[in-house]
């Protein structure tokens, strides 16, 4: 009975401290997680455009473009792309969110061009629900549809990388001094 008092207290006395500590320490606070950066958010939104891409031009090599019979496995189909269209339209949203002021003045035309990319990829999630939830949806229905998607993806991919490339790089530094003017080239006056 002895060794068991011994093992109960050895062990109650080493648990206090390390109940201490960790009480102390939570009390303590934990630092936020880094904000991503735009440079970072764009790589990966652009990874993901790029990894989505792949699976729509999988879908349009798959499906017959002449075959309008109504199938199940093209209403799973068009289901499976409207999750995964609506999966990677959280990027964009990450995207914005990290990019700073600075970043909107030095990239507003990718993010522009981002944004029409973003706004096409709803408007086919939208049709791809539609598909999917529709019993009369063919293969090329959902081929018509991965079609579209495809180059709307091409479009934000590239994008994506120009962004990441733009944001990773510093901004130009204002000149301390202004720029000396050009001189002004003289007229000519005419003579009559």
Excluded: K
Excluded at 20 to 26: D, G, H, K, P
Excluded at 91 to 103: E, N, P, Q, W
Aim: hydrophobic share 50%; aromatic share 2%; charged share 20%.
């Amino acid at each position: 009975m002895r060794p068991l008092i011994a093992i109960t207290l050895a062990s109650a006395l080493s648990a206090g401290p390390i109940a201490l500590a960790l009480s102390a320490r939570a009390g303590a606070p934990t630092p936020a997680p880094a904000r991503a950066t735009a440079a970072a958010a764009a790589d990966s939104l652009g990874d993901h455009y790029a990894a989505l891409e792949l699976i729509a031009d999988s879908v349009v090599a798959a499906q017959p473009a002449d075959d309008a019979a109504p199938s199940e496995l093209a209403q799973v189909t068009a289901r499976n792309l409207a999750g995964r269209i609506r999966a990677v339209s959280d990027d964009y949203g990450t995207l914005s969110v990290a990019m700073t002021a600075a970043d909107y003045e030095r990239g507003v035309s990718i993010w522009m061009r981002l944004a029409l990319a973003q706004a096409a990829l709803e408007m086919l999630q939208e049709d791809a629900a539609r598909l999917g939830a529709d019993p009369a949806t063919g293969p090329a229905d959902v081929r018509d549809l991965a079609d579209r998607l495809s180059g709307v993806l091409e479009l934000g991919r590239v994008t994506g990388r120009v962004a990441s490339r733009t944001f990773a790089t510093p901004p130009a530094r204002q000149q301390d001094h202004p720029a000396t003017p050009a001189p002004v080239p003289a007229r000519t006056v005419r003579q009559t």
